[in-house]
């Protein structure tokens, strides 16, 4: 048992809350762990630290003593979301390329943030879509595939797609939000499944270290065995992230926007055709359900 695992069992309170002192130390063996191991600088070790504090508080009190180490637990976890940030942070200068080369059909101008769509509150009945820009098909298809999507946008991301199509950031905040509480379930469940996947690739990889330090087949068989269990559990957790759905349905999408269902349908179908000769078929927005494979 390594010295901040056991710190962890006997510092840990059975109510939940962490101990600053040992939120201290934590954090300090997180920082030392990424500029040390990731080869980060001071200022990116500290940036991805602050971005990865909640998850810190969480391991400390979700981690139970089975087959790895608490280091092994919580490292495993930070180098998987330093792989989504960097996802994230290429999907967004992507987006940012795409938007400045005009390759999403539409520019949006100044004028048409101030139209009449930037006004109109969530749900309205009909109408929102009808501006100085009526005719702009595009425009109407980059904004159903935005909110499809709404549940999963920061407040920086919500910033950029509001930029990019002429609505009001606090329209499309408004979206966002009421999106995420019908979705609410469907993130727990991903969260849920996330906890499990990581816990299975940290026993995973402990294994494959234990691997190299077993001489006779008797010591290998054992290790090799629950290897192969835990990539089994891995790739079943994958599986059921991959499967739940973080993004509007076509119907509730024309419910918000006040327009047929099949408006959506057709302007989301069309979309992936506008969008086949830069390579993709979707938006490239930053979330990725089936993040951690």
């Known amino acids: 048992m390594t010295p901040l695992t056991t710190?962890?069992?006997?510092?840990?309170?059975?109510?939940?809350?962490?101990?600053?002192?040992?939120?201290?130390?934590?954090?300090?063996?997180?920082?030392?762990?990424?500029?040390?191991?990731?080869?980060?600088?001071?200022?990116?070790?500290?940036?991805?630290?602050?971005?990865?504090?909640?998850?810190?508080?969480?391991?400390?009190?979700?981690?139970?003593?089975?087959?790895?180490?608490?280091?092994?637990?919580?490292?495993?976890?930070?180098?998987?979301?330093?792989?989504?940030?960097?996802?994230?942070?290429?999907?967004?200068?992507?987006?940012?390329?795409?938007?400045?080369?005009?390759?999403?059909?539409?520019?949006?101008?100044?004028?048409?943030?101030?139209?009449?769509?930037?006004?109109?509150?969530?749900?309205?009945?009909?109408?929102?879509?009808?501006?100085?820009?009526?005719?702009?098909?595009?425009?109407k298809r980059l904004i159903c595939a935005v909110v499809r999507n709404a549940a999963l946008l920061t407040a920086a991301q919500i910033d950029l797609y509001s930029s990019a199509i002429g609505v009001s950031p606090t329209w499309l905040d408004g979206i966002a939000r009421c999106a995420r509480e019908e979705l609410a379930e469907n993130f727990a469940r991903i969260e849920r499944?996330?906890?499990?996947?990581?816990?299975?690739?940290?026993?995973?990889?402990?294994?494959?270290?234990?691997?190299?330090?077993?001489?006779?087949?008797?010591e290998r068989e054992p290790i090799i065995a629950r290897m192969e269990m835990n990539r089994s559990r891995l790739n079943n957790a994958r599986r059921r992230i991959a499967r739940v759905s973080t993004q509007l349905t076509h119907r509730r999408i024309g419910e918000l926007l006040g327009i047929p269902k099949g408006s959506v349908d057709s302007c989301l179908a069309q979309l992936v055709h506008d969008l086949a000769p830069t390579g993709t078929d979707t938006l490239p927005f930053v979330h990725d359900s089936s993040v951690g494979q």
């Open 193 to 218: 499944w996330r906890k499990l996947r990581d816990r299975y690739f940290a026993v995973y990889l402990t294994c494959q270290i234990e691997l190299r330090y077993a001489d006779t087949p008797a």
């Open 7 to 139: 710190k962890i069992l006997e510092r840990r309170r059975p109510d939940g809350t962490v101990p600053p002192a040992l939120l201290k130390e934590v954090t300090s063996a997180t920082l030392s762990y990424a500029r040390e191991r990731l080869h980060l600088s001071q200022n990116e070790a500290a940036d991805l630290v602050s971005d990865f504090y909640p998850y810190i508080v969480r391991a400390i009190r979700t981690y139970r003593q089975e087959e790895t180490s608490f280091e092994a637990y919580l490292f495993t976890i930070l180098r998987l979301e330093r792989r989504a940030r960097r996802r994230r942070d290429r999907r967004e200068a992507q987006i940012r390329r795409m938007v400045r080369s005009g390759a999403l059909g539409y520019r949006c101008t100044e004028t048409d943030r101030h139209t009449e769509v930037c006004e109109r509150p969530p749900g309205s009945s009909r109408g929102w879509l009808v501006s100085d820009r009526e005719n702009d098909a595009r425009r």
